[in-house]
């Protein structure tokens, strides 16, 4: 079967440094992608990685590993309202997103 | 550019009616188009997918008869809601994507409430 997983929930201090696991089993591979998602709101893409290395994009960077079926979300420098659910979703060979159930980051003073 | 809206943003009904929830790509054409819900504290559920002009495909366990679905322009899809029930109150997000751009660009949600 197809599967994503990551943390339920992390927490980190205001200016640090987080990384957000994601691991995924799909039939086929055609990418994976990062939304953000804020409580009571839609998600929003973030970033979308295809080849293997670390694409990075201001505060936020992406990192895949096709081999190892795993990716990382960085999030530098954090600020308050970086708290939001992340969700991980891979592609797979039909072109269809295969969601994770999302990491919840608190982000704490 | 990429921008999906949805309307009603939030809607409350009473219990054995119907709903249509209304979702536009308003600067690109939208070859196919994604219906979610979302409980509280949990992750996005896909509902169906629809290709303008063609059926939608649903996922196992949505019943096609009470989530009506109909894409049809490259612009618009419309989900229905028939007779809905408590249980079925729920976030309700729509997404679009174009072509060979497999990103999906998602609406702001509408909030379902059945009383």
């Known amino acids: 079967g197809q599967n994503i997983d990551q943390p339920t929930e992390m927490t980190a201090t205001e200016g640090a440094i987080v990384q957000i696991n994601c691991t995924y089993q799909?039939?086929?591979?055609?990418?994976l992608f990062w939304y953000q998602q804020h409580a009571g709101e839609a998600p929003t893409f973030l970033s979308y990685?295809?080849l293997d290395g670390l694409e990075e994009k201001g505060r936020f960077s992406s990192f895949l590993s096709r081999s190892k079926g795993y990716s990382y979300l960085l999030l530098k420098e954090l600020q308050m309202k970086d708290s939001a659910s992340y969700l991980c979703a891979a592609l797979d060979s039909n072109y269809q997103l295969i969601w994770g159930a999302g990491t919840k980051l608190i982000i704490k003073p | 550019g990429a921008v999906v809206s949805q309307h009603p943003s939030w809607v409350i009904c009473k219990s054995g009616t119907s709903v249509k929830i209304e979702c536009r790509s308003l600067d690109f054409q939208a070859t196919t188009m994604f219906w979610y819900r979302q409980f509280p504290k949990q992750s996005l559920m896909l509902m169906a997918t629809s290709n303008e002009g063609s059926k939608a495909t649903y996922e196992q366990g949505v019943e096609k008869d009470k989530f009506l679905i109909n894409h049809a322009s490259l612009t618009l899809s419309t989900l229905t809601v028939t007779s809905a029930h408590p249980e079925d109150s729920s976030f309700y997000i729509c997404?679009?994507?174009?072509?060979?751009?497999?990103?999906?660009?998602f609406g702001p949600g509408t909030r379902l409430t059945v009383t």
């Open positions: 799909t039939s086929g591979f055609n990418g």
């Open positions: 990685n295809v």
């Open positions: 997404s679009a994507s174009a072509g060979d751009h497999y990103e999906q660009y």
